[in-house]
C-alpha cells in the first residue's frame, strides 16, 4: 500500500474532479486520494462515486451533509486518515491551482530532506502566482508577511494551502482544538506545527489560478485570518493555547 494519500475537498468542483484523480494516478509515484465533499449541488460527489470502481482501493469518499468551511473538512479528512496506516498526508486543491506533479516534490522534501512539514510555497523565490489579478496578488503576498510578522514563524507563504504533513505532526496536534474553519486554518495548522517544533520546510511551486469553477474565497474569510492570527498568538505567549 503507498504510504501517501492526497486529501481533496471539494464543493462545487465538477468541472474538475475527474481530471485531478486521474492526473495524481497518473503520476510515477503512487498516491492515494481521499475526496471530502460538502454535499455539492452539482454532483461533484456522484462523479467521483462513478470513478471508485476503476480506482478500487485507491479513490475514497467522505460525503458531509452541508457545505461547513475548508478547515472542518480537512479536519475530517485527517482523523480518517490516522485511522489508517499513510505516513505522508496531502492537502491539495481541486482546481489545478495546485499542479499535481509537485506532490511528489513536496513527498521528497519530507522523506529525503527530513521535513516533517513541506509547504508548496509561492513565495519562498519571489511570487509564483498565475492568472491572478494584481489586487489578489498582492492580498495574498501582504497577508503572508502580515502572519509572519506577527507569529515569527520563519515561513515566506503561511497561507498556502499546498502541504504535506508527516503523521506525527497530525497525531501531535490537537485536530479538535482546531479554532478556525476558512483561510486562516491554513495558517493555524503551520503555527500549531512551528510551536511544537516540527521541521517546516518550504518548497518553491507555481501557483495557477483555476480555470474552471469558481473560487472559495470571500471577505468574511480573509477578516477571519487578519483578525485570528492575532488572538491565536496573544494565546500563545499566555500558553492559552493547545497544541
Not at 492515494?32 to 452539482?42: E, F, G, Q, R, T
Not at 461547513?68 to 485527517?78: D, H, N, Q, R, V
Not at 504535506?164 to 485536530?175: A, N, Q, S, W
Not at 500549531?192 to 474569510?221: C, H, N
Request: hydrophobic residues 40%; proline residues 3%.
Amino acid at each position: 500500500m503507498p504510504d501517501g494519500i492526497v486529501i481533496i475537498p471539494t464543493y462545487n468542483e465538477k468541472e474538475n474532479i475527474e481530471k485531478i484523480i486521474k492526473n495524481v494516478f497518473s503520476l510515477q509515484r503512487s498516491f492515494h486520494i481521499l475526496v471530502v465533499d460538502d454535499n455539492s449541488p452539482d454532483g461533484t460527489a456522484g462523479i467521483v462515486r462513478s470513478l471508485e470502481p476503476s480506482f478500487k482501493d485507491r479513490l475514497f469518499l467522505i460525503e458531509r451533509e452541508g457545505k461547513s468551511g475548508l478547515g472542518t473538512a480537512y479536519i475530517k479528512g485527517f482523523k480518517w486518515v490516522l485511522e489508517r496506516e499513510y505516513t505522508y498526508i496531502f492537502q491539495m486543491d481541486a482546481d489545478f491551482s495546485h499542479n499535481p506533479n509537485d506532490l511528489i516534490r513536496l513527498f521528497n522534501a519530507c522523506r529525503r530532506g527530513g521535513a516533517h512539514v513541506a509547504v508548496g510555497s509561492r513565495y519562498k523565490t519571489g511570487v509564483n502566482v498565475v492568472n491572478w489579478p494584481m489586487s489578489r496578488v498582492l492580498l495574498s503576498w501582504l497577508a503572508s508577511k502580515y502572519v509572519r510578522l506577527i507569529t515569527a514563524m520563519p515561513v515566506e507563504d503561511t497561507t498556502a494551502g499546498f502541504v504535506c504533513y508527516k503523521r506525527e505532526v497530525l497525531e501531535r496536534i490537537h485536530l479538535d482544538k482546531i479554532k478556525f474553519v476558512g483561510y486562516a486554518f491554513q495558517i493555524e495548522m503551520k503555527f500549531k506545527a512551528y510551536l511544537a517544533k516540527f521541521r517546516i520546510v518550504e518548497v518553491p511551486v507555481i501557483f495557477t489560478d483555476r480555470t474552471r469553477g469558481t473560487s472559495k474565497m470571500s471577505g468574511s474569510i480573509i477578516w477571519e485570518a487578519v483578525f485570528g492570527v492575532v488572538k491565536m498568538k496573544v494565546n500563545s505567549l499566555f500558553n492559552k493555547m493547545t497544541i
